[in-house]
């Protein structure tokens, strides 16, 4: 679609399983509802080829005997499952993984490329083939290969420390000492021990090893790292080091803390983490820490206390996040084994439940759900949750009644729709999951696994022609099922070979030559007339501005499926951007009346209050921040609150619009928009110190950021107010 779009991300495989995992951190994996609900198709017809429940069993099978040291029994699990599935790049890795084990390092090779031809991003299988290559003396190779694993990611320690073998086999020991100095920053400690043994006399002589071209403070941090595998104390001392070039630095308290905890000085830790959090009352990981010595001290309920407190620090970074939902899964086992302590409020039930669950005690999941439910009744994840326990507990109808309930509550969730459609399926309504993975697929265009499901109630009915349009879109998004699928029923299908070979050259060329992208979709439309076709070949034209142009494919999309909220939702924008602001309210309108999504309502936002009607704004602010956002629609929730302050400031609800540019600026400390907004409504409320103060933090932001510094300067009223009263 237009590169406009910011839709939904997808949890990638099974709907409530990756989230109730996100939530918890679960240790061992919690299969929902069915393999369906694992993101598996559970066979296309009764008889056919499917990923049904014996792959997974096979996948299981397989790499428990690789744990348990049964190559051979391995490899018999995986040669199964690659009859049915032949372009499973996992099974080839595995089955690498194993002959690789028994010595047979040809034979990984073959596995491993096999995999990587299936799945060219699979920097793992790269590295593997790297090793093989290496016991088998092709050096070269080898470098070659643990290169590619770390141009996929490089971010990651054993890629690292892999390829610095092939470099020392070569002769490069300066290559050889950068890999694993990295790999040893990265957390490995192998390649500490590596650097050691190999090139340094003693550890010592490795931790004073310095780069000429790093700054004071990263030659201070490298030796920091290192020598926490070999010295605590001493890198404790490192960081004090650090702390009196940078005394405000929370960071640097935190790893002191850690370390203090490490070797068992938990008075010191809560001391340095507490002055942390001092620092930067942000910090979800200096909250985490302390929760976690706290709850080594027995301080439970200290701990809870900043469990909650670091999960409340609001949209940090990936890396937060991340530590957050360890944090979510600390929590609920801590509130799972002391029963003498009741969860705080209705997320703290949310997580006791998850972590019941995750330990399969689903009826007490269920009852903390409720719980949670009786305290927060729009708490939509616990009843999607609970509804996944009903699931797990064989209670199909109490699971799509508590699946209705969260949709009703958070209504652009692409995910639920996802997963009560798999329910559905698997209790024999296909035409009610056929809705719902239609509504996926409105609500996320990405989602691989709706797609293949889809085609696969498609070809049940004996459509053929649409199952293999949809599995041609899963495919084309990375599903190899779905390719599997295609290549066993759609060889012959005049649309796969045509029209679908004319739309997919239309994506290749989207980026580089629009026209010939058009061109293709034109060719692909002659042939077989189809919605998400219009909607690129539309996209195409709003990108040459033949607005007009776009507009006729939008409504061509429309004849097609009315309900398309896609194709309502990009003619409003093209409606919007030839002056029809009337219009592209109604198509916003429409758009929302199919899937509320917060695009659609911020679009719509904007537009009333350009044209006056700042309480039809306002509200529609509001059911913005009503709304569970994506990771990549944050931005939209910070937008919010600013926009929803400068329509109340309009209407002269001058409180108001303070609270929301306030909650702005502490969902992003750096939004200059905000600051500019707050600093004009503190000098109409009299408080000139304060507005003082937020151009002074603007002005910082200026000197940062020079298109901050313009916008500033360009504001002649802050200017005024400035020269007048912050002088």
Known sequence: MSRRRTGAIAIGVGALTAVVLSLVGAKTPVVIGSAAALGVAGGVVAGRKGIGKSADELMESGKSKLENKDFH???????????????????????GLAKAKLGNNQG????????????PLHAIAYTKRGNAKFDLKDHQGALIDCSKAIEIDDNNAEFFFNRGFPKLKLEDQEGTKSDWFKAA???????????????????????????????????????CLLLEDFDPLEAIDGYLTLLSIEPSNAEHYISIGKLKRRI???????????????????????????????SIMEDYMGAINDYNHCLCVKREKVLEKRYQTFIKRLLGDLLRQNTDINPKDSLNYTYRAASKCSEGDYQGAIEDYTKALE??????LAYMFRGACHDLSGDSKAALDDYSESIELNPSNADIYYTRGVTLRDSGDDIGALSDFTLTIKLDRWNAL????????????????????????????????AKGLLEEHCDSCELQTTSYQFAKLGDENFDDDYASAIDAYSKALEINPNVEIYLMRAAAKVELEDLEGAMYDYEKALEINPYCHDAYFYRGISKEDLGDYPGAIDDFTKAIDISPDIRSYM?????????????????????????????????????????????????????????????????????????????????????????????????????QYPYMKVRLENNKEVTKFVTEHCQ
């Not at 490795?206 to 030796?223: F, G, K, N, P």
């Not at 305290?375 to 939509?380: A, F, I, P, R």
């Open 450 to 481: 709706a797609y293949r499901n889809r085609g696969n109630l498609h070809f049940r009915h004996s459509e053929l022609k649409s199952a293999c349009c949809d599995w041609n879109e899963a495919s084309d998004l990375g599903d190899e099922i």
């Open 185 to 223: 920053a990265l957390g490995d400690k192998h390649a500490s021990i590596c650097l050691r043994d190999l090139f340094y006399s003693h550890s010592q002589s490795m931790i004073d090893a310095q780069s000429d071209d790093l700054t004071e403070v990263e030659r201070h941090s490298r030796r």
């Open 108 to 119: 990984a090779i073959e596995d491993y490329s096999k995999a990587i031809e299936i799945n």
């Open 375 to 380: 305290l927060d009744s729009k708490n939509s």
């Open 603 to 703: 679009n719509r936002a904007s537009l009333k209050s350009d044209l006056g009607d700042y309480q039809g704004a306002i509200s529609d602010y509001t059911k913005v921040l009503e709304i569970d956002p994506y990771e990549d629609e944050i931005r939209f929730i910070v937008g919010a609150y600013n926009r929803r302050g400068e329509a109340k400031a309009r209407i002269n609800d001058r409180e108001g619009a303070l609270e929301d540019f306030t909650e702005s600026i502490e969902i992003d400390p750096e939004n200059i928009y905000a600051y500019i907004n707050r600093i004009l409504v503190k000098k109409e409320l009299g408080d000139l110190n304060g507005a003082c103060e937020d151009w002074k933090k603007a002005a910082e932001l200026g000197n």
């Open 264 to 294: 068992g000085d938990n008075e010191g830790a809560l001391i340095d983490l507490s002055t942390a959090i001092e620092l930067d009352p942000k910090s979800s990981t200096a909250y985490g820490e302390r929760g976690l010595v706290k």
């Open 73 to 95: 029994g391995a490899i018999d699990d995986f040669n199964k499952l690659l009859d049915s599935h032949p372009y499973n790049a996992d099974s080839y890795y595995n089955r």
